[in-house]
Structures are given as C-alpha cells and as structure tokens.
C-alpha cells in the first residue's frame, strides 16, 4: 500500500458521487475520489483525507486533480511560459531518469499510465506537478516516499541505495522558487493597467476581474489552475442569459487573473455588483482618512480604478466565486430566480397546469430512483425557446394518494380523479445556451435551499458539509454534470396490464398520453443532451465527461472549503509569516487561530472567514476591509442541521 502519511500530506480531493438507481446503474456520477497515485494494483483502495474526514475510492475512478504541498513552487518556468524549464541539474536528471527509465517507465509513461500515473517519459512536467514532485524536498516527495522502505514501488521489489539516492540527489536539486504574494493594492493595480489598455471605454463599466492569486502554492502549477480556470468558465456560464458559450479572457500568462464583459453573459453589472457586495467576505477599500503619501498615492490609485470600471468591486477571488455563487442564497440572487417556482415558470413562459391539462408533456414514474426515500415522479415540458424544463414530483410516503402507481394523474388541484399529492420537487430547465438551472421548490411551489432527508437524499455522495442533503444548485450541477439522466417509465405498463379494471377508459387514454413510452423518452432525452453536450464541449470539459470526472464546480468548492494550514493563512491574507505570527499574539487571533501554532495545526473555512476583515484592518497600511452586506456564506454541518430545507443560518458572522 501507498505510504498513507504521503497520500493524507499531499492530496486533497472530494467524492462527488449520486446514489445508485434501482437498477444498479449510477445516478449520474460515479464515487470519484480520484486515486492518481503511483501504483499499479488493480484492487488498491487509497486512503486520503478531505479536512476532517477521511475517504476511500478504488483505484478504477479515473485520475483527477490533486494539489500538491502548501509550499511547492511555480515560477515563470510554467508550461507555455518563457525562460528555462524546471528539471534540476542535467546531470542529476540524467542520472535520475536511467534509474526511472529502468525500474518504472514501462508502467508509467504517457501511453501506459498505471495507477493513473503516466509522466515518467517527461520528467520536466513531473518536476512541476507538486503531488509527485516538490522541487528542493525530496524526503517529502511522493515520487520518493514510495520508493524508500514502507513504500511498494516498484512491485519487483525495493530499489538499492544507491538507485534511490540518484533519484533524491535530482529532486533535491531542482530549484525551489516562492510564488510571490499579490496584495489587494496591487492587484488593483495590475486591473486598471489591463482595463486601461486592453478594455475598451464602452466594455469598461460591464467588465469584472476573477483572481487566483490567493489559491495555495501548491495549486498554481498549469494542470492544477487549469481546473480552476474550467470551473469559473463553467460558473459564469452557468449563470449566462444568453445562447453562446462565452470564455473568460486570461490577463496574465500565468492564469491567475481573468476578465469578462458581463453583457456578453447577459448579467446587469447592477446584479453582479449587488450579489458581490451582498455576499464577497474579502472585499476591500482604500483608507480614506490616512494622510500618509503612500496610502495616498494607493487611496488615489484605488479610486480611479474602481471609476474607470464604475464598480467597487471590480475584482473578487475567482474560487471563491466558483464555490459560492452555486449555494442556495446567492445562487437564488445571482439568477434572480424569485421566491416561487411560479416566479420562474412565468420567468420562463411556462404555464405547467396548462399544458398537464392539454397533455404537453412526458412523464416517467418510478418505485426506485436513488434518490428519494419513496415513489418518484419525472416530467418534461418545452419552454417557449425549446429547451427543456423537468420537474420531479417527490413523496414523503408511498401510500394513498402518494402512491404514483394508483393515483398518476394531477397533481392535486387540477380536478382530476386518480391525482397524486406530493410534497416537493426539483426544476431542471435548459438555459440558453445548452447548460442547466437548478430550482427546490415545496408543495406549494415555495422555493426551499435543500430537500428535507426523509424525502430526498444523496447517500453516497455530495460535499461532506451537505450531511447526505440535497442542496439547491451545487448538489444538482454534481449529479447532473452529465446532463439530464436517463429514466424508465414504470406506470404506464402497470396501470394498462396489473390493474387496469382500477381505471376509467378515459383515465387509461389519459394516463398513455402523459406517460411517455420508453423509447419517445429516451429519444426527448437524448435530444436535450445532445445540446448540453454541445456546450460541455465549448467549455473545454468534454474530455472530463467522457472520462466520468466529477464537476469542475464541486471539485473547487471542495478545494476552497477544506482546512487552511498556517501557510495557507498568511497567502489569503497577503502577509508574511512573521507578520502572522505577530498578529497571533493579539485576541481575538490568539484564541481562535490557536492551532496555527502547532506545525500541523489547520482552521476550517467559516472561522478564517469570520476573522478576515479584522486581520486586514489590524495590520494593512492603506487598504481596509470591506464586510458583506448581507454575509458570508460558508456551508457547515452546524448551519445545516438548523432546518429541514432552510439553510439561511449558514450566512457566516462577518466581525
């Protein structure tokens, strides 16, 4: 097995996983904790951590993203980038790659990636890939660690001494160089020197800047913020109004800083702003009131930029974005999606009664879906544009007239004998441009931010924060990342041929026009999908869908709710080190930050959060913090555990 303290220091990653239909089938998505450690054993099942709770996944789940070490570095000798290539002294590497050629390449190489490892015939990019390599550090290295005794690479048997002291001596001298810390000020900088050049006059006020500089080191290697880059492509997209897929534009040749014109998107910057003001916890300002001329120069700075993009916020965290914009709250506001289903159905053009009563619709109803606790019911109708609108009609019980098979038709209220009552559903309608918006709503058509466990369900599943619930928006997006899910119709058959005495000629002519025939389903869902494909395509994703990878949006929703370690501290707060350290010793910090003093001491997302603003405003010279009006929104098991489908508590104190 692995070295288990290699896998736990080194790789983060969560399980976005739907739960198995009747039929054995996955819902959606398989269990896609991605192993992409260096083994070839077909039945290995990795142990790895996710803050604080450990998961397994067979080495079968196809390979994922993996951050490396807090610490490793990336310079400007990035894939893409000019100057000279990572790879240590030629002659150590050499010598290196005889021992990696002889022992390991057979398995591991580009055409023949074992364990999901392939890149020993490129050591250059395994020398920047931080979850094998961490240049500088071998004794810490995965490459290594499975090498050395306690290791089981290779499965021949362990290398000598002197073989693996090549290996370490290559390693250990690869240059480790620090990724620069980018402040609030200069950031803004780097934006009004874009906007002024680059950003026409007319685009300006519509333009808004995502940033990555205050994602851990160890993640900005080009694989790694190529995932980053995907899942905020995705995001904004998945918010768009309009019918083309739109691509953020890259400002720096490094990726960690985007921009797009939100009119491309259809998004008012009015609505991009409020939900930013109303939500963003590392907003900031320049200091007003300083008279020193370097705050000046900075206040001076700030404000022409923040008018020359007529925003305040022309620039927010792009993970923070990507893990925040798909929970219930700001998901509701960002997509103005109103208090009621009826609010997005007249949004839409949609009248459901109607076109129940004329019969334009499909059904499908089901004992088993995997994800309700009881009988479940499917049904599409076509929105004015075309595209798709599926609602689910789901039960707290399977008896009387919650039992789909003796009462299918209605729902309750349409005057309809044999009419089901159900007690909620979820939305599913195509946006323009071949993506899916996401809607809870009640009996009543209320909307709800998750679904209450005795009715639905993501039992092997979901963000570990969600405690197995079904949570509007980013529980759906990770089910539903391959699209809309192939279901078969159970009440069709059942009513014509089990029980049939039991219904009205009329009711039977009814129940077959609303019920779809397998086939007519398969082929409407195919037809919505082929759209959808269409655009995972244009996003750049097409390859992760074929490969059954989980959801860009949930994999950077995991990476930015995990643990933050003491280096990942100082980087989100643009300081040093010893300027942590001094800023531990003053309360609230010293109480509540308590375990950064400890080398392997972490805080969770929500108790950072809470303190950020009063860290900047204790120690920053001319830039102050700005709190959400509203606030922040961190997901916690707490918060969830409030209310059955409310999840307002977890708007997060700002102090």
Request: glycine share 6%; charged share 20%.
């Amino acid at each position: 097995m692995i070295v288990r303290s290699a896998i736990i220091a080194l790789m983060w990653f969560s399980i976005i996983s739907c739960a198995p239909t009747g039929d054995g089938k996955q819902l959606g998505r398989k269990n896609t904790d991605a192993v992409g450690a260096i083994n070839n054993t077909d039945d290995l099942v990795e142990k790895r951590a996710l803050g604080d709770r450990v998961t397994y996944a067979s080495k079968s789940s196809p390979s994922e993203f993996l951050p490396g070490s807090e610490e490793s570095p990336i310079s400007e000798n990035s894939p893409g980038a000019k100057g000279p290539q990572i790879t240590g002294n030629d002659e150590k590497k050499n010598l290196a790659k005889a021992v990696l050629d002889k022992h390991c390449l057979v398995c591991h190489n580009s055409g023949k990636a074992l364990g999901n490892f392939g890149m020993l015939d490129n050591l250059p990019s395994l020398a920047r890939e931080a979850r094998y390599v961490i240049p500088g550090d071998a004794a810490n290295s995965l490459l290594l660690k499975v090498m050395v005794a306690g290791g089981t690479m290779p499965p021949s048997g362990l290398l000598n001494k002197t073989d693996v002291d090549l290996v370490a001596d290559w390693i250990s001298n690869i240059p480790k160089e620090v990724i620069p810390i980018v402040e609030s000020k200069d950031l803004i900088s780097q934006v009004k020197s874009d906007a002024t050049a680059n950003v026409a006059s007319t685009d300006r006020s519509s333009t808004r800047y995502f940033s990555f500089h205050s994602v851990p080191a160890g993640d900005q290697t080009p694989s790694n913020l190529k995932i980053y880059q995907l899942a905020l492509t995705k995001a904004l997209n998945s918010i768009s109004n309009v019918a083309n897929i739109v691509q953020p534009v890259k400002v720096d040749k490094n990726g960690l800083l985007f921009k797009i014109n939100l009119i491309d998107i259809g998004v008012t910057p009015a609505r991009f702003d409020r939900f930013v003001r109303d939500f963003y916890p590392f907003g900031f300002a320049p200091d007003q009131n300083s008279t020193d001329p370097t705050v000046t120069a900075i206040r001076t700075m700030m404000n022409e930029t923040f008018q020359l993009l007529a925003s305040s916020v022309p620039v927010v965290r792009g993970d923070w974005f990507v893990a925040t914009f798909a929970l219930p709250l700001p998901y509701e506001q960002i997509m103005a999606l109103g208090q009621s289903r009826l609010d997005l159905d007249r949004k839409l053009g949609l009248d459901l009664n109607a076109n129940i009563r004329q019969g334009k619709v499909m059904r499908a109803a089901f004992k088993n879906s995997g994800v309700s606790q009881h009988n479940r019911m499917i049904e599409r109708h076509t929105q004015p544009n075309g595209m798709s609108y599926w609602i689910s009609y789901d039960f707290a019980d399977s008896q009387n007239q919650q039992n789909i098979f003796t009462n299918p038709l209605g729902p309750a209220g349409l005057s309809q004998n044999k009419s089901f009552a159900h007690d909620g559903g979820e939305i599913i309608w195509q946006l323009p441009n071949g993506l899916l918006g996401f809607y809870l709503a009640a009996a009543n058509g209320n909307a709800i931010h998750k679904g209450p466990l005795q009715i639905v369900s993501q039992p092997t599943g979901g963000q570990t924060q969600f405690l197995s619930a079904i949570v509007n928006g980013i529980s759906c997006m990770s089910c539903h990342d391959i699209g809309i899910i192939n279901k078969r119709d159970e009440v069709r058959d059942y009513t014509s041929n089990v029980i049939a005495n039991s219904f009205s000629t009329t009711e039977q002519e009814l129940i077959k026009r609303l019920y779809s025939p397998t086939s007519d389903l398969d082929q409407k869902i195919a037809q919505d999908n082929v759209l959808y494909v269409k655009a995972v395509k244009e996003l750049g994703l097409e390859e992760r869908r074929n490969a059954n990878l989980p959801d860009v949006i949930n994999v950077v929703y995991g990476l930015y709710n995990r643990n933050l370690s003491r280096s990942v501290v100082a980087r989100e707060l643009a300081i040093s080190d010893e300027e942590l350290s001094k800023l531990m010793d003053i309360e609230p910090f010293k109480s509540d930050w308590s375990a950064l003093t400890r080398s392997d001491g972490y805080i969770k997302r929500d108790e950072f959060n809470t303190l950020y603003a009063r860290a900047v405003n204790q120690r920053r010279s001319g830039v102050n913090a700005v709190r959400p009006q509203q606030d922040d929104y961190v997901v916690t098991p707490n918060c969830m555990a409030v209310n059955a489908t409310d999840m307002t508590a977890c708007l997060n104190n700002i102090q």
